[in-house]
Structure formats: C-alpha cells, structure tokens
C-alpha cells in the first residue's frame, strides 16, 4: 500500500500517467477513423461492382419503355 502511494506521489508517474492515457485515445480514434474509412471504400467498392454495371441497364429499359409509349402515342 504504501509502494503504491509513492508510486502515485512520484514525478515520473505524473508525466507518465497523461501521456498513457493520451496513446490510448489516440489509437481508439485512430482505429475508429481507420474502420469508418475503411468501411467507406467498401461500400464504394460494392457501388462500383454492383450498381454501376445495373443502372446503364435501368436507364435502358425506362429509354425503350418511354419510346415505346412515345411511339404508341404519336400512331393513335
């Protein structure tokens, strides 16, 4: 008991103590930061893989179909 009241009566633990608990939080938000970008690209990548092959085919139809009715409009 009486160690560990020098210890925290001690210089080098009071310079110690803050600079620990400022690498803590600094790889917590660092890893926050990483995971949320990361996270981001993922999604990017999915969008780029997925949609992006999708939507000329989406914009395709909905050009035929807008035609087609076009057409049909202007024979009656």
Do not use: C
């Amino acid at each position: 008991m009486v160690l560990s009241l020098a210890l925290f009566e001690s210089q080098w633990f009071k310079v110690l103590l803050p600079v620990f608990l400022a690498a803590g939080l600094t790889q917590i938000l660092n890893n926050y930061f990483t995971k949320r970008r990361e996270k981001k690209n993922s999604q990017n990548e999915i969008l780029k893989k997925f949609y992006y092959k999708t939507i000329p085919e989406i914009y395709d139809y909905f050009a035929v179909e807008n035609d087609f009715k076009r057409w049909q409009s202007s024979t009656q």
